[in-house]
């Protein structure tokens, strides 16, 4: 596991979150990106970096870096 900091919208301060690490992604939940508990990715792990969404099987290709992730006001 390591640790990320997450800036999310309308919140002033980052938060640390464990992110899973797998072949080079660091996964963190949807919600703890910013996304509502509506959202179908609120309890999907995500990339951090890429935002690609976790597969269940784990069996995700490699990560491929840092894009940005932008949440879309509701
Ligand atoms: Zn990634």
């Not at 596991?1 to 963190?28: C, W, Y």
């Amino acid at each position: 596991m390591s640790q990320v900091q997450i800036k999310r919208p309308g919140e002033a301060d980052r938060v640390t979150v464990e992110a899973l690490d797998e072949n080079g992604h660091r996964f963190v939940t949807g919600g703890e990106l910013g996304f509502t508990e509506g959202s179908v990715l609120y309890k999907a792990r995500c990339c951090f970096d890429c935002g690609i969404v976790r597969r269940a099987d784990g069996q995700n290709k490699a990560c491929r870096g840092r894009v940005s992730v932008e949440v879309r006001a509701a």
